[in-house]
């Protein structure tokens, strides 16, 4: 019944928190830090705080002429604000474009040139150190969310405004714009509307639904531009459990806060579930109450997996995996329970959710699809992208009578199990699987924090690892480790911090092969 109400208005950023706050007003989310917008709102505020915090500063984005249709983009240093913000615009009818506070200046600037004179929020940190000047002349109104600054208006100097109704656009109008990671150049701007919202929704709402009880804490560390933010909120929410937001994933706050309020649900991006293997070890117990971990974004390691479902101590704990993707949602999951062993074929990233997605493995060479033979995976949903803002010719591109090619490489077993060898981009040849030979150097070296293996200049697959503590790396073990693996050049150790990544913190491969080939000096 709840999935049937809301189905057919699709998901409604503008008045999410209303709808929430009128079914559970006590209910309340929990921060790690504090908003920018509203420094005095304190770390645990009530939904019914959140929805007039919203609707506050809808009606002073509608004071400077905000209007229905109009582009929104919000780039400032990270916080959840960024997706309050974005409920704001959306209250509106205008449309919110989301830039990691992690691109650079120049990206930004070409970003906003593509959207096409948008009004620009913003903070004095960013306008003063990061962003060029043009940034003015790219935008029709820059407003600030904290700070002054001469060429714009702070959020603060239109305080008490006249409150404005929210204002409601079809199902099929865009609804959000985010971009994709980057990791192969200039981001592209992702165009989501409710409907396509709506189709991502229903998989996880129906899990959360039925495995964790409610008023159990669901704890979230994603992206706050992430498109999969405005899925896992309102799942949290509508349903009626506390939310725990978290800006950072340093291990020690991460476990005091877990300790305090030990959520029974976690969804994180792989590498923050890799950063948090310490916690596995805490006395506290902080991942003891968790009942169902959750990952999408990029590839997770075994290792990791069976980490996390030993430090929980409840029953019946899974951890699921879900394969997709910005601009198509989650396609594919499947989940993991401690019977599964720390070393389980991690390439299976599981099967299409019924009546809801499709996957299909076109051969690139006209022979049959296996695993030595690996082909252009392709996938159906309702929850894809409507288009690239600016380059619907590229969006074109990528569809094929209705099927959208992933840009991955993989096979689908006669069980109809997908499995993911790699990127297009990041292939290596002679090299079956880069991804499978780093899950097995993960499991076979518990010192090892990240390790990814690449294409080196003279096209030798080349292992990049990071140690934890930075900690030297072990050569007689490592030679143990990859006797039976294919022939790689020798590691090359980094620290962690100087890996360049997206803002999901995947691991930006060519950014980082393009450093490797530059010398010591890049």
Not at 170 to 177: F, N, R, S
């Given at each position: 019944m709840f999935l049937q109400r809301i189905g057919s208005k699709g998901i409604r950023l503008g008045t999410l928190f209303d709808r929430a706050a009128a079914r559970h007003p006590a209910n309340f989310v929990i921060l790690d830090h504090d908003l920018d917008i509203a420094p005095g709102l304190g770390r645990r505020v009530t939904l019914t705080e959140l929805a007039d915090l919203v609707d506050d500063f809808a009606s002073r984005l509608w004071s400077v002429k905000v209007r229905p249709g109009d582009h929104v983009v919000v780039h400032k240093s990270d916080g959840f604000d960024i997706s309050l913000l974005a409920c704001a615009v959306a209250r509106t009818g205008a449309i919110p474009v989301l830039l990691s506070s992690k691109l650079d200046g120049a990206t930004v600037a070409e970003l906003l040139r593509r959207v096409g004179q948008p009004f620009l929020v913003t903070d004095q940190d960013k306008l003063e150190n990061h962003l060029p000047g043009e940034v003015f002349g790219l935008s029709r109104k820059v407003l600030l969310t904290s700070g002054e600054h001469e060429g714009?208006?702070?959020?603060?100097?239109?305080?008490?405004?006249?409150?404005?109704?929210?204002?409601?656009?079809?199902?099929?109008?865009?609804?959000?714009?985010?971009?994709?990671s980057g990791t192969t150049g200039t981001p592209k701007l992702a165009v989501h509307t409710g409907m396509s919202f709506q189709s991502r929704y229903r998989p996880q709402a129906t899990v959360v639904g039925a495995t964790v009880r409610r008023r159990e804490p669901v704890a979230v560390h994603v992206s706050f531009v992430h498109s999969r933010m405005f899925t896992a909120m309102p799942i949290s929410i509508l349903q009626g459990h506390p939310l725990i937001v978290l800006r950072d994933?340093?291990?020690?706050?991460?476990?005091?806060?877990?300790?305090?309020?030990?959520?029974?649900?976690?969804?994180?991006?792989?590498?923050?579930?890799?950063?948090?293997?310490?916690?596995?070890?805490?006395?506290?117990?902080?991942?003891?109450?968790?009942?169902?971990?959750?990952?999408?974004?990029?590839?997770?390691?075994?290792?990791?997996?069976?980490?996390?479902?030993?430090?929980?101590?409840?029953?019946?704990?899974?951890?699921?995996?879900?394969?997709?993707?910005?601009?198509?949602?989650?396609?594919?999951?499947?989940?993991?329970?401690?019977?599964?062993?720390?070393?389980?074929?991690?390439?299976?990233?599981?099967?299409?959710?019924?009546?809801?997605?499709?996957?299909?493995?076109?051969?690139?060479?006209?022979?049959?699809?296996?695993?030595?033979?690996?082909?252009?995976?392709?996938?159906?949903?309702?929850?894809?992208?409507?288009?690239?803002?600016?380059?619907?010719?590229?969006?074109?591109?990528?569809?094929?009578?209705?099927?959208?090619?992933?840009?991955?490489?993989?096979?689908?077993?006669?069980?109809?199990?997908?499995?993911?060898?790699?990127?297009?981009?990041?292939?290596?040849?002679?090299?079956?699987?880069?991804?499978?030979?780093?899950?097995?150097?993960?499991?076979?070296?518990?010192?090892?924090?990240?390790?990814?293996?690449?294409?080196?200049?003279?096209?030798?697959?080349?292992?990049?690892?990071?140690?934890?503590?930075?900690?030297?790396?072990?050569?007689?073990?490592?030679?143990?480790?990859?006797?039976?693996?294919?022939?790689?050049?020798?590691?090359?150790?980094?620290?962690?911090?100087?890996?360049p990544q997206t803002a999901t913190t995947k691991i930006k491969r060519l950014e980082l092969a393009r450093l490797l080939a530059a010398g010591p000096a890049a």
């Open positions: 714009a208006t702070s959020f603060a100097s239109l305080a008490g405004v006249e409150r404005v109704p929210a204002v409601s656009m079809p199902i099929d109008h865009p609804t959000l714009i985010t971009h994709t994933d340093d291990p020690q706050t991460v476990g005091e806060l877990f300790t305090q309020i030990p959520p029974g649900f976690i969804e994180a991006h792989p590498n923050t579930f890799l950063r948090w293997e310490e916690l596995a070890d805490d006395p506290r117990g902080p991942l003891a109450n968790v009942k169902y971990f959750s990952s999408t974004f990029d590839a997770i390691h075994p290792r990791t997996v069976h980490t996390m479902l030993k430090a929980s101590r409840r029953r019946g704990r899974r951890f699921a995996q879900a394969y997709g993707q910005s601009e198509v949602g989650p396609i594919a999951a499947r989940t993991y329970s401690l019977k599964d062993g720390a070393d389980f074929n991690g390439r299976c990233v599981g099967v299409p959710f019924v009546g809801m997605t499709g996957i299909r493995v076109i051969s690139r060479n006209g022979a049959p699809v296996s695993k030595e033979n690996p082909g252009f995976i392709e996938v159906r949903s309702d929850g894809r992208i409507v288009t690239y803002l600016g380059e619907h010719e590229r969006w074109q591109k990528q569809v094929n009578d209705g099927w959208w090619r992933m840009g991955d490489l993989g096979y689908r077993t006669r069980f109809g199990c997908l499995h993911l060898l790699d990127r297009e981009v990041d292939e290596i040849p002679g090299v079956q699987s880069t991804l499978e030979i780093e899950d097995k150097l993960f499991t076979r070296l518990p010192e090892l924090v990240e390790v990814i293996v690449i294409c080196g200049p003279d096209g030798r697959a080349v292992p990049v690892v990071c140690t934890r503590g930075d900690a030297p790396l072990d050569e007689l073990a490592w030679k143990t480790a990859v006797v039976d693996l294919p022939a790689l050049g020798d590691p090359v150790q980094w620290r962690l911090e100087d890996l």
